[in-house]
C-alpha cells in the first residue's frame, strides 16, 4: 500500500495485514486548519517513540468533510497515516465506529483533531493499561490533571452537570467521559465499537458503558489538557448525550431486557476448549477408555474412596435419604459426609450418570471434564484480566490447570482439580472493586462461594488466602486504585456472606455439629514443603521428572504440592523484573513468593544443612479452619499466578518485532515450560473383585442390619473392600472405612473408624505376617468386637499375608472357614 487508504470499502482489506503496537484514530469534520498540525505532532511523536511503539499507524476518519481535510491526509507520502471517510456527516459516533473498525493495532488511541490533550500524555496512559487494564481514559477530573487554558465557565459549568447526569445514567464512577484522549486494548476498542449505535457525541459514553457492563476494567488518569478554539462541542450537546444514551438504554431494555454485554466468542476461544479436553482426556488416557477397569495406582486407595463417594450420593439422591450422612461405611457409627469431601455440588448432578453407568465411569468423566472446565476458566480469567492475546491466554490458563502440583493431585483428589469456580470467584471480586453493581455482584458472589462450598471447602480457603495476599500487594503498588476498591468490596462482600450464610449455615451445622463430626484432623507436626520441593521436578514431569526425588520430598504421589522446576521460577524472575513497572506484575511476583515462603511450614530446614528457621505458616497453624490444612498445599497458590506470568511473557514476545528478542524470550519460556509438561498418570489394571461379591452370594451370610466385615478391615491404607460395596450396589455395610471421622472424648479427626482392638491386631497381621497368641481373651474381645459391627460374615480375600491373617480369625472364631466364590468365608450365624 503506497498511500493513504480511502473509502469505507478498504477497511476489511487493511485488518488482514497483521498487527500492530499502536493505532491512533483521528475522527475529523471540517478541520482543514488543524488537522495538518496534529497529524504532524502525532507522526513526530511515535518516530522518536520508537523504542516503545516499534510499529505504528493512524487513521483519520473523516465524517464527509466539506472543506479540505481529505486532501491534508492524501498529501502525506508516509504509508502508516491512512484514511478512512464517510459519504456524509452523520457524527463523531459514526467517524469513530469506521476508524476504529479500520485499525489493527494491539492498543488503540482515540485523540480528537484539535489534540487538547498533547500526544505526550499518551506515556502516562500506556502506563495505565500496562498495569493490565482494559482502558486508560485521559481525565481533567482527577486529582493530577492540569488545565493550562480553560473552557468559558458556562461551557465549563454545563459540562460538569452533563458529566453528573452521565455518571447517574450510564457510567457510574467515572468522572469525565468526554475528554478527548481515550486509549484502549485493540481488540475490547474494536468489539465495544463495533457494537455501538450513537452517531453523536454520546459514542464516548456509550463505548465506556459496554466496558462497564462487560467487567473490563477503565481507569481514569490524569492528563493535561488546554482549551483550542474552533471546538466543535457546544455547550448544549451533553444534554443531547444524555438524550442519546437514554434512548439508547429504553431501546436495549425494549429488545433484550437488562443484562451484561457478552464477550465475543471467537474461533480460537472454541479450539482452545477443544484443546484443553484433548489436554485432560490425555492425562487421563490409562484409564478414561475403560474406568471401571482400569486404577490409577498413585490414587492409592483414594480412587476406591471417591467411587464410593459418587455412588453413595447417587443412592442417597436415589432413595431420598439425607445427602448429609450414610452408615453404609464406618457401621454402625456411620459417616459425616458433610464433614468429608463429597463434593456434593457434583456429586448429587452426577448422580443419574452414576446410577446409569456405574460410579467409575462417573468419577472418571467428571474429573476429566472438570479439569478442561478448569482450565477454560482461567482462560477466560487471564483473557478478560491480564492479556487479551488467545495464544499467551492458552499459555497461562495451561500452566494454571495442568502445573505439576495439580497433576499430582489429579490421581486422587478431584476437590483440588476441579476448580472452575476459583477463577468465576476471583472475576466476580475484581467487579467488585469496580463497583459497577455492588448489588448484583455481591449476590452473584454469595452464590458462587456457596456452590464452592459443596465443591470444596479447604480449595475455598486457599484461594482467599492467595487473593488476599495479591490484594495486599496491589494496594501497595496502587494505594489509589485500593482506596478507591475498598468501601464497595466491603459491601459486596457483605452482601456476599448475607446471601452465602443461609444457603450453607445447616449443612455446616451438620459438619461441625452433626453426628460423626470431628475437630481438626492431625497431619504431623510438618507437612510443608522442603524449599527443594518448589525447585525439583514432579515424578510426572514428562521431562525431568524424577520419581526418586519427588517421593523423597513429598508425603506421597498424591502431595507433590510444589516441584515447579527451577527453569520456571528463574523464568518468574526474569519477567518480574523485565515488567517490575506494572502493579499487576509487582503483586503475581509477591503472590507466588508469600505462597512459597507459607508452604514450608511453621519451620523449615535449609537443605543439606542442620539450620532451621521457623515458617510464617506457625502464625496460622492453629487457627481455627488453618488447623486442619495440609500446609504445603499452600504452595498450588503459585500455579495460577505463575501462569498469568507466563501469559504477560508470551504476550510481550508475541507484540515485539524485534526477532532475535522475540527468537531468544520465547526459546526461554520453552526451557521452562518444557520440562514440567506432564505424562499421562499411569494406570494399570484393576484388581478383579471375588464372585462371592460379583454374584451375590453374600447375601446368604448377611442379614438386615448386619455388616460384612472384610478381614482386615478397610481403612486409608486398604481400602478394595469399598470398590466390592460399590459392585454390590450397596447392598450390605461395611465396619471401618476410609474417611474423616472422629476419636476419643475429644472428637479429633483422623482417617479411617475408630480402631478397636480386633481390627487394630488383624491390621497388623496383614501387615507383618506374625499371628499373636490367641487365648480366651483374644476370642472374648473378638466376640464382644464383632458384636459391635453386627458382624453376619467375616472374609479373608487373597492378599499379602493372606495365610496368616486366616489363622488368626480360625483361632478368633475357634473353626476354619469355608472356601467360597474366591474367598474365605466364616459365617457367625453358626454355633460352634
Excluded at 324 to 353: E, I, K, R, W, Y
Amino acid at each position: 500500500m503506497s498511500g493513504p487508504v480511502e473509502a469505507q470499502g478498504t477497511v476489511r482489506e487493511r485488518r488482514g495485514e497483521g498487527t500492530v503496537e499502536l493505532s491512533v484514530v483521528v475522527p475529523a469534520y471540517n478541520e482543514q486548519e488543524r488537522l495538518g498540525p496534529t497529524l504532524d505532532a502525532i507522526t513526530g511523536y511515535l518516530r522518536d517513540s520508537q523504542s516503545r511503539w516499534a510499529s505504528w499507524e493512524v487513521v483519520v476518519a473523516d465524517d464527509g468533510s466539506t472543506d479540505g481535510t481529505r486532501e491534508v491526509v492524501t498529501a502525506r507520502r508516509d504509508p502508516r497515516v491512512q484514511l478512512v471517510t464517510s459519504p456524509h456527516n452523520r457524527g463523531k459516533g459514526s467517524a469513530l465506529r469506521l476508524g476504529v473498525a479500520a485499525t489493527r493495532g494491539r492498543r488503540v488511541l482515540v485523540t480528537d483533531a484539535d489534540l487538547a490533550a498533547p500526544i505526550e500524555e499518551l506515556e502516562h496512559l500506556d502506563k495505565e493499561l500496562e498495569q493490565g487494564g482494559a482502558a486508560a481514559i485521559g481525565s481533567r477530573s482527577v486529582p493530577g490533571a492540569r488545565i493550562d487554558r480553560h473552557q468559558h465557565r458556562l461551557r465549563e459549568l454545563l459540562g460538569r452537570a452533563g458529566n453528573v447526569l452521565i455518571r447517574a445514567v450510564a457510567v457510574p464512577g467515572v468522572r469525565d467521559t468526554q475528554c478527548g484522549f481515550k486509549l484502549f486494548d485493540g481488540e475490547r476498542a474494536r468489539t465495544a465499537f463495533a457494537a455501538s449505535r450513537l452517531d453523536g457525541w454520546g459514542i464516548d459514553v456509550e463505548v465506556l458503558q459496554h466496558f462497564h457492563r462487560a467487567g473490563w476494567p477503565i481507569t481514569e488518569v490524569p492528563v493535561r489538557w488546554s482549551h483550542q478554539s474552533g471546538s466543535k462541542v457546544r455547550p448544549l450537546d451533553y444534554g443531547r448525550v444524555l438524550a442519546e444514551l437514554i434512548r439508547l438504554r429504553v431501546t436495549r431494555l425494549r429488545e433484550t431486557g437488562p443484562r451484561e454485554p457478552r464477550p465475543t466468542l471467537r474461533p480460537a476461544d472454541v479450539l482452545v476448549a477443544v484443546l484443553f479436553l484433548l489436554m485432560a482426556v490425555a492425562l487421563y488416557s490409562g484409564r478414561f477408555f475403560d474406568p471401571a477397569h482400569r486404577y490409577l495406582p498413585d490414587s492409592l486407595q483414594d480412587q476406591n474412596q471417591w467411587e464410593w463417594f459418587f455412588a453413595v450420593t447417587a443412592d442417597n439422591v436415589a432413595h431420598l435419604h439425607n445427602p448429609l450422612f450414610t452408615d453404609l461405611q464406618g457401621f454402625p457409627d456411620g459417616v459425616n459426609l458433610m464433614a468429608n469431601t463429597v463434593m456434593l455440588g457434583l456429586s448429587v448432578p452426577f448422580a443419574p450418570l452414576t446410577l446409569a453407568f456405574g460410579p467409575a465411569v462417573a468419577l472418571s468423566l467428571c474429573m476429566t471434564l472438570g479439569l478442561a472446565v478448569t482450565a477454560v476458566a482461567w482462560y477466560r480469567l487471564i483473557v478478560r484480566r491480564v492479556v487479551s492475546r488467545r495464544s499467551a491466554a492458552f499459555a497461562g490458563a495451561s500452566l494454571a490447570a495442568f502445573a505439576p502440583p495439580m497433576v499430582s493431585h489429579a490421581n486422587a483428589h478431584p476437590n483440588f482439580v476441579i476448580l472452575f469456580m476459583v477463577p468465576l470467584i476471583i472475576e466476580r471480586a475484581l467487579r467488585l472493586c469496580e463497583g459497577t453493581d455492588v448489588r448484583r455482584d455481591g449476590v452473584v458472589l454469595g452464590l458462587l462461594t456457596a456452590y464452592q462450598i459443596f465443591l470444596g471447602e479447604e480449595p475455598l480457603l486457599l484461594a482467599a488466602l492467595g487473593m488476599l495476599l495479591f490484594a495486599l500487594a496491589y494496594a501497595a503498588a496502587r494505594p489509589k486504585t485500593a482506596r478507591a476498591a475498598w468501601r464497595p468490596l466491603l459491601r459486596g462482600l457483605a452482601l456476599a456472606g448475607a446471601v452465602c450464610l443461609p444457603v450453607i449455615a445447616f449443612p455446616l451445622y451438620w459438619q461441625f455439629a452433626g453426628p460423626q463430626s470431628y475437630g481438626s484432623v492431625l497431619h504431623g507436626d510438618n507437612a510443608g514443603n522442603s524449599p527443594l520441593a518448589l525447585i525439583s521436578f514432579a515424578e510426572r514431569s514428562m521431562v525431568a521428572g524424577d520419581a526418586t526425588q519427588a517421593n523423597a520430598l513429598s508425603l506421597n504421589p498424591t502431595e507433590q504440592n510444589a516441584f515447579y522446576g527451577w527453569p520456571l521460577l528463574i523464568l518468574a524472575v526474569g519477567v518480574t523484573v523485565r515488567l517490575w513497572d506494572r502493579a499487576l506484575v509487582k503483586a503475581l511476583a509477591f503472590t507466588v513468593a508469600a505462597a512459597a515462603l507459607l508452604s514450608l511450614g511453621p519451620s523449615f530446614r535449609i537443605p543439606r544443612t542442620d539450620i532451621v528457621f521457623p515458617g510464617p505458616w506457625a502464625l496460622l497453624a492453629h487457627k481455627p479452619l488453618f488447623e486442619s490444612v495440609i500446609e504445603g498445599r499452600v504452595a498450588m497458590v503459585c500455579a495460577p499466578a505463575l501462569g498469568m506470568l507466563l501469559a504477560l511473557a508470551v504476550d510481550r514476545l508475541a507484540a515485539t518485532r524485534k526477532p532475535g528478542t522475540q527468537y531468544v524470550g520465547l526459546l526461554a519460556v520453552s526451557l521452562a515450560v518444557i520440562p514440567i509438561v506432564p505424562a499421562p498418570l499411569k494406570a494399570v489394571d484393576r484388581t478383579p473383585v471375588p464372585s462371592f461379591i460379583t454374584a451375590g452370594m453374600w447375601k446368604s451370610y448377611v442379614r438386615d442390619g448386619e455388616s460384612l466385615v472384610p478381614v482386615p478391615l478397610p481403612d486409608p491404607g486398604a481400602a478394595e473392600a469399598l470398590h466390592w460395596q460399590t459392585e454390590a450396589d450397596l447392598g450390605f455395610k461395611l465396619p471401618g472405612g476410609y474417611f474423616n471421622g472422629p476419636y476419643g472424648e475429644d472428637h479429633i479427626g483422623i482417617y479411617g473408624a475408630s480402631p478397636r482392638y480386633t481390627s487394630n491386631m488383624l491390621r497388623d497381621v496383614r501387615y507383618t505376617g506374625v499371628v499373636p497368641t490367641i487365648g480366651k481373651n483374644w476370642q472374648a474381645q473378638a466376640r464382644r468386637d464383632f458384636a459391635y459391627w453386627k458382624a453376619g460374615a467375616l472374609v479373608v480375600a487373597p492378599q499379602p499375608h493372606d495365610d496368616a491373617l486366616r489363622q488368626a480369625v480360625e483361632k478368633l472364631v475357634g473353626r476354619p472357614g469355608r472356601w467360597t466364590g474366591g474367598v474365605w468365608v466364616w459365617d457367625l450365624h453358626e454355633q460352634n
